[in-house]
């Protein structure tokens, strides 16, 4: 069948360049929790992106939140 399987979402293939030391530090991680350094990756991966939209989340909210009370807030910080 090849790189990619038809019969889930399709996957890239990518190469990940790495330092040695952050080599090492992934295989002792990934192998700490039982798992491929691969699947260790893509963990991280996965983990960095829900924290990212997270933050946006947060940041979008207390924009509105300012937004929506700015008298009072201004009139708290007289």
Same mark, same amino acid.
């Given at each position: 069948?090849?790189?990619? $399987? &038809?019969? &889930?979402?399709?996957r890239?293939?990518? &190469? #990940?360049?790495l &330092?040695d030391s +952050? @080599?090492?530090? #992934?295989?002792? $991680? !990934?192998d700490? +929790?039982?798992?491929s350094? @691969?699947? !260790?990756?893509? $963990?991280?991966? $996965? +983990?960095? *992106?829900?924290?990212? @939209? %997270?933050r946006?989340? *947060?940041?979008a909210?207390s ?5 929506? %009370?700015?008298?009072? #807030?201004?009139r #708290?910080?007289e």
């Amino acid at each position: 069948m090849g790189w990619y $399987r &038809t019969d &889930t979402i399709p996957r890239m293939a990518m &190469t #990940l360049r790495l &330092t040695d030391s +952050e @080599q090492s530090a #992934l295989r002792e $991680r !990934a192998d700490a +929790e039982g798992i491929s350094m @691969q699947e !260790a990756a893509r $963990r991280a991966i $996965r +983990e960095f *992106v829900s924290n990212g @939209q %997270h933050r946006d989340r *947060v940041s979008a909210a207390s924009a509105r939140i300012m937004n929506k %009370h700015a008298d009072a #807030l201004r009139r #708290l910080g007289e």
